[in-house]
């Protein structure tokens, strides 16, 4: 579903990304982890052109998004992202944070586009919050509703950025729990987290990242039970 060669990315002289290479498939859910400042954002972020890969290839559906006159807009409607930050829009409520990409953009109609809504709210379990504002909800609903807000758009892949790391402990779990039931749906994801446990037990490929290079991957049990590179040993004995 999504292929990245030699994907490059520098900001003036400094280089970020030295080459990463992966094939995602359709319903695979990929963790990338690895050290502060390894790059695992700004690949995250050149998957749907939020960075502009200074070069190598991005193929997302068969199509090669990196190409000058490839329209990033409709791909980007196919790429949910949340974020640290919930960035929820604080002027409106949980239904209109929902529904108004859907309506704007994809122009649906607001009553379909609320019906979703609706739909999507009950399975992150928020149902009650519809007409709340983001500034009367904890930091683990905020973040639910970004994530339903995201799936509203009915993305074919979601992205999510250290989606728990901003939270107060006690809420990082219903957090998870809404990612894995999605991952048990069948999405597509990558997910860059700290939470080990979480990508040992959802993960169906770790990627560890580390000085703008996928430096190992495997499945949980290899990279976590016998890691084979030397920096991966590091970085977990650091953070299990
Ligand atoms: P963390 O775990 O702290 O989130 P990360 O692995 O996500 O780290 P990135 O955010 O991708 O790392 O950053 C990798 C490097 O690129 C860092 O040294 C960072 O300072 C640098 N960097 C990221 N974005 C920019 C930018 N817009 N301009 C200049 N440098 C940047
Ligand atoms: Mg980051």
Redesign the pocket.
């Known amino acids: 579903m999504i292929t990245v060669k030699d994907l490059h990315k520098s900001?003036g002289k400094?280089n970020?990304l030295k080459g990463v290479n992966i094939e995602i498939a359709k319903g695979e859910v990929v963790v990338v982890i690895?050290p502060?400042?390894?790059?695992?954002?700004?690949f995250l972020r050149c998957l749907n052109l939020l960075e502009t890969p200074t070069s190598g290839e991005i193929k997302f559906e068969g199509e090669s998004i990196t190409d000058k006159k490839h329209d990033i807009n409709l791909t980007r409607e196919k790429m949910g992202m949340v974020f640290q930050q919930f960035n929820l829009f604080p002027h409106k409520t949980v239904l209109e944070n929902i529904t108004l990409a859907p309506v704007k953009v994809k122009k649906m109609p607001q009553a379909a586009a609320e019906k979703i809504a609706l739909e999507l709210l009950q399975t992150v379990g928020l149902a009650d919050k519809k007409d709340a504002y983001p500034t009367q909800l904890s930091g683990g609903q905020k973040q639910r509703i970004a994530i339903a807000r995201a799936l509203a758009m009915q993305p074919h892949v979601m992205l999510f950025d250290?989606p728990t790391s901003a939270l107060d402990p006690e809420m990082v779990g219903e957090v998870l729990e809404v990612m894995k039931k999605l991952a048990e749906g069948g999405m597509t994801m990558v997910i860059?987290t700290h939470e080990m446990g979480f990508a040992r037990e959802v993960g169906d490929r770790i990627i560890f990242?580390d000085g703008g290079q996928i430096m190992e991957e495997g499945t949980p049990s290899q990279v976590f039970s016998n890691p084979q590179n030397i920096r991966t040993k590091d970085f977990l004995s650091k953070v299990l």
């Open positions: 900001f400094l970020i690895g502060s400042g390894s790059g695992k954002s700004t250290e860059v990242m």
